[in-house]
């Protein structure tokens, strides 16, 4: 099948700030590469915290009339910006997939459907979200308001920068908030061009965005004392710098961070039926999509021990079969990391797993290409089998390995299940009401997939426990992130 053309870039990208597209203060841009061929592909403002400060300048000055701009004003603007992506959709797939090295078929039937719907979704729930108002006696009537915070700073990793982009704007500027948004500086050119596309749509200053480093632009943005809340999806390392500027500023917080998911298989999915064996080991599969990094990722694999064999072979079978390769090419599965330093990391967890006796089960080498891709950061499927106190069990490896262990009984796969600093995602599978019920229960982890994996729907509450995070992103329970409850009691 014939690859899909890449759009012309312009030569850099300024940032978007009141409205307008502004050249960096100080004038300096860093370079942006595609790590389909690991060639610069165009240039980013590198923003210092002049450039942040004018970004919140503009959101300061934007925040009265934005906030008191009625729901369904907002609404209507929320549902625009979903019609552009969709008028736009095969543009922004394609920018998604050159941005970060994800398949075209993934940011087709994911990243950019689960944008648009986000929009969709918020352009909903503000306009059939209701105040409360309760009768606290005869004479005084008790009134709850619910108001928008103020100026938000909301920081966004690599992996999905649209998706992420419209997860934290999307209830943020629905609430009535405005931002200043800052994008991972391995990806910022998807979301400039989208901005390039929706310029119009917002009133000046509402949502405002710059580029350039997590040191620079990102500490300059998270320790602002103008910011009324910070919203941070990335790194539980950076998360724990993040949580302390937010205690510096006693502002509330958001924090999506890192993970460790098991995804556990019962022996009841191999039982007679091999639709059901098949639809399971496309879900232990899962741990490649988006090549590993996804914060959800299902890393490591607990699979009961009498189907253990089975199991890895109908596993080792699939995986022989999964096209990888060049990324816009719209029948890969599996594409490009996002980076060198992201492909060196992962080889060399890969190394760790071996030196620590892991047994490898399939992969465990990098993705050799000829051609366009062959300086792009390409990386095999990889399947370590081992023990759950071992390193590459234990630490969040972001790249497309997945680390497979056996359990006995229902106790010892809740026990693994639990043996881990995280908890973000999980997965049980299982054809048994008991194990279906209880085990997800009894998992530590902000969402648990029951017989499916790696769906996100707007509707469904999403963030972690533990090192993972906290604070809930998606359904409209993410208002209330981006409000303060205000409070008037009423005499008449
Ligand atoms: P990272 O923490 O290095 O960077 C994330 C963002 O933070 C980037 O925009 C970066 O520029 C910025 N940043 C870096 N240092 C900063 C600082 N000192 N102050 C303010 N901002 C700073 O993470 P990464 O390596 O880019 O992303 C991968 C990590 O993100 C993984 O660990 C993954 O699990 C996590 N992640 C979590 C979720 C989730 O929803 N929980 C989603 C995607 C990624």
Same mark, same amino acid.
């Given at each position: 099948?014939?690859?899909?053309?890449?759009?012309?870039?312009?030569?850099?990208? %300024?940032?978007?700030?009141?409205?307008?597209?502004?050249?960096?203060?100080?004038?300096?841009?860093?370079?942006? =590469?595609?790590?389909?061929?690991?060639?610069?592909?165009?240039?980013?403002?590198?923003?210092?915290?002049?450039?942040?400060?004018? /970004? +919140?300048?503009?959101?300061?000055?934007?925040?009265?009339?934005?906030?008191?701009?009625?729901?369904?004003?907002?609404?209507?603007?929320?549902?625009?910006?979903?019609?552009?992506?969709? %008028?736009?959709?095969?543009?922004?797939?394609? !920018?998604?997939?050159?941005?970060?090295? @994800?398949?075209?078929?993934?940011?087709?039937?994911?990243?950019?459907?689960?944008?648009?719907?986000?929009?969709?979704?918020?352009?909903?729930?503000?306009?059939?979200?209701?105040? #409360?108002?309760?009768?606290?006696?005869?004479?005084?009537?008790?009134?709850? !308001?619910?108001?928008?915070?103020?100026?938000?700073?909301?920081?966004?990793? &690599?992996?999905?920068?649209? +998706?992420?982009?419209?997860?934290?704007? /999307?209830?943020?500027?629905?609430?009535?908030? #405005?931002?200043?948004?800052?994008?991972?500086?391995?990806?910022?050119?998807?979301?400039?061009?989208?901005?390039? !596309?929706?310029? %119009?749509?917002?009133?000046?200053?509402?949502?405002?965005?710059? #580029?350039?480093?997590?040191?620079?632009?990102?500490?300059?943005?998270?320790? *602002?004392? $103008?910011?009324?809340?910070?919203?941070?999806?990335? *790194?539980?390392?950076?998360?724990?710098?993040?949580?302390?500027?937010?205690?510096?500023?006693?502002?509330? +917080?958001?924090?999506?961070?890192?993970?460790?998911?098991?995804?556990?298989?019962?022996?009841?999915?191999?039982?007679?039926?091999?639709?059901?064996?098949?639809?399971?080991?496309?879900?232990?599969?899962?741990?490649?999509?988006?090549?590993?990094?996804?914060?959800? *990722?299902?890393? $490591?694999?607990?699979?009961?021990?009498?189907?253990?064999?089975?199991?890895?072979?109908?596993?080792?079978?699939?995986?022989?079969?999964?096209?990888?390769?060049?990324?816009?090419?719209?029948?890969?599965?599996?594409?490009?990391?996002?980076?060198?330093?992201?492909?060196?990391?992962?080889?060399?967890?890969?190394?760790?797993?071996?030196?620590?006796? /892991?047994?490898?089960?399939?992969?465990?080498?990098?993705?050799?290409?000829?051609?366009?891709?062959?300086?792009?950061?390409?990386?095999?499927?990889? =399947?370590?089998?081992?023990?759950?106190?071992?390193?590459?069990?234990?630490?969040?490896?972001?790249?497309?390995?997945?680390?497979?262990? #056996?359990?006995?009984?229902?106790?010892?796969?809740?026990?693994?299940?639990?043996?881990? /600093?995280?908890? !973000?995602?999980?997965?049980?599978?299982?054809?048994?009401?008991?194990?279906?019920?209880?085990?997800?229960?009894?998992?530590?982890?902000?969402?648990? &997939?029951?017989?499916?994996?790696?769906?996100?729907?707007?509707?469904?509450?999403?963030?972690?426990? @533990?090192?993972?995070?906290?604070?809930?992103?998606?359904?409209?329970?993410?208002?209330?992130?981006?409000? =303060?409850?205000?409070?008037?009691?009423?005499?008449?």
């Amino acid at each position: 099948m014939s690859q899909v053309q890449k759009p012309t870039f312009k030569e850099k990208y %300024d940032n978007f700030i009141n409205g307008e597209f502004v050249a960096p203060v100080k004038g300096e841009y860093f370079d942006n =590469v595609s790590p389909v061929d690991g060639k610069i592909f165009t240039k980013a403002a590198r923003s210092s915290e002049e450039d942040v400060n004018l /970004a +919140l300048d503009a959101a300061h000055a934007a925040f009265p009339t934005w906030s008191t701009t009625s729901a369904t004003e907002r609404s209507n603007m929320l549902l625009k910006i979903a019609q552009v992506m969709e %008028d736009n959709f095969e543009y922004l797939a394609t !920018l998604e997939t050159i941005d970060n090295g @994800k398949p075209i078929r993934e940011a087709r039937a994911a990243d950019i459907p689960y944008c648009i719907d986000h929009f969709r979704y918020f352009a909903g729930v503000i306009r059939a979200d209701e105040g #409360t108002i309760s009768e606290h006696d005869k004479d005084t009537v008790s009134i709850a !308001l619910h108001e928008p915070v103020g100026v938000v700073g909301e920081i966004i990793p &690599w992996n999905f920068p649209l +998706l992420m982009l419209a997860w934290k704007v /999307a209830p943020a500027l629905a609430a009535g908030c #405005t931002a200043v948004v800052k994008p991972a500086e391995q990806t910022p050119t998807s979301v400039m061009c989208f901005m390039e !596309l929706i310029k %119009d749509v917002l009133p000046k200053g509402v949502l405002n965005i710059v #580029t350039g480093f997590g040191a620079e632009a990102g500490e300059a943005l998270a320790t *602002s004392k $103008r910011v009324a809340k910070l919203s941070f999806t990335g *790194s539980t390392e950076t998360g724990r710098k993040v949580m302390h500027n937010a205690a510096e500023n006693i502002i509330p +917080l958001t924090l999506e961070l890192g993970g460790k998911s098991p995804n556990v298989f019962f022996s009841s999915v191999a039982d007679q039926d091999d639709n059901f064996f098949d639809k399971a080991i496309e879900g232990a599969l899962m741990f490649a999509l988006n090549q590993g990094e996804i914060c959800t *990722s299902p890393s $490591r694999i607990l699979v009961q021990e009498d189907i253990a064999d089975k199991f890895i072979e109908k596993m080792q079978e699939r995986l022989a079969a999964v096209k990888t390769g060049h990324p816009l090419d719209p029948e890969t599965m599996i594409g490009s990391q996002v980076s060198k330093a992201q492909f060196e990391k992962i080889m060399n967890y890969i190394k760790i797993g071996r030196e620590e006796g /892991a047994e490898v089960l399939a992969g465990g080498e990098a993705g050799n290409y000829e051609g366009e891709i062959k300086d792009g950061y390409y990386i095999q499927p990889t =399947v370590l089998k081992g023990k759950n106190d071992m390193r590459v069990f234990q630490e969040e490896i972001f790249g497309p390995v997945v680390s497979l262990t #056996t359990f006995k009984t229902v106790e010892e796969a809740i026990e693994l299940a639990n043996d881990t /600093a995280y908890g !973000l995602g999980a997965g049980v599978w299982s054809r048994d009401a008991h194990e279906l019920y209880q085990v997800p229960r009894a998992i530590q982890a902000g969402r648990v &997939w029951v017989n499916q994996y790696h769906t996100y729907p707007a509707h469904a509450p999403f963030g972690g426990v @533990k090192e993972s995070g906290f604070g809930r992103e998606n359904h409209k329970m993410a208002l209330d992130h981006y409000r =303060v409850v205000k409070n008037m009691l009423i005499s008449y």
